[in-house]
């Protein structure tokens, strides 16, 4: 089946070089998607959606001019049309004195992140995993909202510089807030494999976590150590990588990492790479989107900047290494992108036991960005937030408003945990921070 879908990529590929000959260079990204998204809230499953999709992305040079087209049907006159459209914008474009080439072939990593198992679960068996969470959480009294969401992608390109490659992959992914009037408990995790995911046990950090919350008590704002938990940190890499893994605000200057190639900006202990064959990431994969082939780099090594995430074409501008981070097409205006980020876990296992006094944070919310350069970002405490003393949960606490700075968060890391796992685009593990600070905290 695999092998039938990788020839109907390719001879559509093919099709389309035939229709765009007369330009310079040309290049196809097929992205083929499967997705069954299980949502629930209140106890009931709500949204019970499957859903089939297939996108042609199509890049033509006309010597330095550059013209982008997108298309979702694959019959005759569409991939003309899909083709004339990419020639007129490229007609109509300035030329670019960067742009150099498409990428050509060569030796790619092997990956292997696609699970049968996912494929085969039935729709009635996918139904009844949420109804056991649902369950679960009803027998404590509480309230479940949540996502299950299994998916399959397929992917495939071409360019008329000789590059075919294709990678099936898939992932699921699981989320589930337990909450009641007063009190409320979250956990996530994702995979590539069914196997992975233990439900039930996540289910039951959840509730948990909104047992614990009853009778939450205040805390006075100001600078506390603190324990984040993977759920946090990934969204404060995830937001960090935002502000300046990408080779674009690089070039911009907006990036906290121009003019610091090669100088100690975090802490030691903090290394952060970027791996397409890591176990536990969800989008590895042996190329980029325009197929140039992945490795593992590190943007941070040991504290130090070592890369920035560049794609060939401002790898040839900026004069930079090409890591292979050409992202979505449809995510090209952002530049390029890590899209595999790990943060090196630890050794610790028991981070609570290591904290005299501090705060415990599941996750944040709504967190926005405050300040680029300084890597600041605000936002709020969710699902979870306790007060820790003589290495034990004490008390709940009511949610916090912080305004920090990342950097210089992840130069004040005393432990690292030794687990991770996967969340937005990051593999992390859970850190103790010196100090974080909160300048106000909530009713709720």
Not at 112 to 131: A, G, H, P, R, W
Not at 143 to 155: C, F, M, Q, V, Y
Not at 190 to 219: H, M, P, W, Y
Request: aromatic share 10%; glycine share 6%; proline share 4%.
């Amino acid at each position: 089946m695999q092998n039938n879908h990788k020839e109907q990529i390719f001879n559509i590929g093919e099709r389309i070089l035939k229709l765009t000959k007369g330009a310079t260079q040309s290049e196809i990204v097929f992205i083929s998607t499967e997705s069954h998204n299980i949502r629930f809230a209140n106890n009931y499953i709500h949204q019970n959606i499957a859903q089939k999709d297939q996108q042609i992305f199509l890049r033509l040079a006309l010597d330095k001019r550059i013209g982008s087209a997108a298309c979702n049907q694959l019959d005759l006159e569409s991939l003309k049309n899909l083709a004339k459209g990419a020639f007129q914008i490229a007609k109509n474009q300035s030329p670019d004195p960067y742009f150099y080439s498409f990428p050509v072939p060569k030796n790619y990593l092997k990956v292997k992140n696609f699970d049968e198992e996912i494929k085969k679960l039935s729709f009635s068996e996918k139904t009844k995993i949420v109804k056991k969470i649902i369950h679960t959480v009803k027998k404590e009294n509480l309230i479940g909202a949540g996502l299950l969401s299994l998916n399959s992608w397929k992917i495939g390109i071409i360019n008329s510089n000789g590059i075919k490659v294709y990678h099936p992959l898939t992932f699921i992914e699981f989320s589930i807030t337990a909450y009641n009037d007063f009190s409320s408990g979250f956990a996530q995790n994702s995979s590539n494999k069914l196997q992975d995911l233990n439900f039930e046990k996540l289910t039951c950090q959840a509730v948990e976590k909104a047992l614990r919350g009853k009778n939450s008590e205040k805390i006075k704002p100001g600078k506390y150590p603190v324990i984040l938990e993977p759920p946090a940190v990934a969204n404060m890499l995830s937001i960090l990588s935002e502000m300046g893994f990408s080779s674009k605000s690089f070039e911009e200057k907006s990036s906290f990492m121009t003019n610091k190639i090669n100088k100690k900006i975090l802490g030691e202990n903090i290394t952060i790479l970027d791996d397409p064959a890591h176990p536990k990431t969800i989008l590895g994969m042996p190329f980029d989107f325009e197929g140039s082939p992945k490795k593992k780099f590190a943007l941070i090594q040991n504290g130090i900047a070592k890369n920035i995430a560049a794609d060939s074409y401002y790898a040839y501008k900026l004069k930079l290494k090409n890591t292979s981070s050409a992202p979505f097409p449809q995510e090209r205006i952002y530049g390029p992108f890590p899209y595999n980020l790990i943060l090196k876990e630890g050794k610790t296992k028991n981070l609570i036991s290591q904290l005299s006094k501090g705060i415990l944070i599941t996750r944040f919310w709504y967190t926005r960005v405050v300040d680029q350069k300084k890597t600041i970002f605000t936002g709020m405490t969710r699902d979870g937030t306790f007060l820790i003393e003589k290495g034990k949960i004490k008390a709940s606490l009511k949610n916090l408003r912080f305004n920090q700075s990342i950097k210089e968060s992840l130069k004040k890391v005393k432990a690292i945990s030794s687990g991770s796992y996967f969340s937005e685009c990051c593999v992390a593990p859970a850190l103790l921070i010196e100090d974080f600070n909160f300048t106000a905290s909530s009713s709720y």
